[in-house]
């Protein structure tokens, strides 16, 4: 079974705390994703890495940063934590399916970050 | 350019049908289904291809209308295990950056 696991299930930090959030898959995928989920906004993509050391920006990328030195692993940064960055944060990995006509994504367990 | 997932929510009884639409405004290379239950993380249901193709895991259908960029998810003879919240992403070009609808919640009662 792919496994893609977070290092965190609940976190609470203090605004201008720098924050780290990291995501482990075990199935040698080559794409990676940082997305966050709102209600009612559904899942919104943050940063998305193609390789190791390659990040391109997803939609909703200010306030983060990402950092993939291996593949298995892709870190979310938030800089310097501000309340509006309260969210669920899904990390998911995936891989090509279907002959290369589509991907399938798999997604961890989820960080829920609290900002004071 | 989100897609527009209708409706937001869907209540029924075991054993009813119901149908999950999602809409984009531009054109598409496929359109993912997947479904998340409450507390646990999305699974990946389906992929529809432009051409028709279909793919995936559960014996669930879909259609994907290419003309209108329109892409139905049918549910029917509901089960328990139905219940969550499914989200529809949409990808243009297939480089698997998917933009997500908003999701639409479905419960389903004994």
């Known amino acids: 079974d792919v496994k893609v696991t977070q290092s965190s299930r609940y976190l609470v930090k203090r605004t201008g705390e720098k924050v780290f959030l990291e995501c482990v898959q075990d199935?040698?995928?080559?794409?990676m994703f940082w997305y966050r989920q709102d209600p009612g906004l559904g899942l919104r993509l943050i940063y998305f890495?193609?390789?190791?050391?390659?990040?391109e920006k997803g939609d909703i990328p200010e306030g983060y940063s990402v950092s993939r030195e291996k593949k298995e692993r892709f870190s979310l940064i938030l800089e310097s934590a501000s309340t509006n960055q309260t969210s669920m944060y899904l990390c998911a990995s995936s891989f090509i399916v279907w002959g290369g006509n589509g991907y399938e994504q798999y997604f961890g367990p989820g960080t829920r970050l609290t900002v004071t | 350019q989100q897609p527009v997932q209708s409706p937001q929510a869907v209540i029924l009884r075991e054993g009813e049908d119901a149908v999950i639409n999602c809409s984009s405004s531009k054109a598409l290379y496929s359109v993912h289904w997947y479904r998340q239950k409450h507390g646990e993380a999305p699974v990946f249901l389906m992929i529809?291809?432009?051409?028709?193709e279909q793919k995936g895991h559960e014996k669930i259908s879909a259609s994907f209308n290419e003309k209108k960029q329109q892409s139905s998810l049918y549910l029917t003879a509901s089960q328990l295990s139905y219940s969550g919240t499914y989200f529809c992403g949409t990808d243009l070009y297939n480089t698997d950056k998917l933009i997500f609808g908003t999701g639409t919640r479905l419960q389903v009662f004994p």
């Open positions: 529809l291809l432009k051409g028709g």
């Open positions: 890495s193609y390789d190791v050391k390659m990040k």
């Open positions: 199935m040698d995928h080559e794409n």
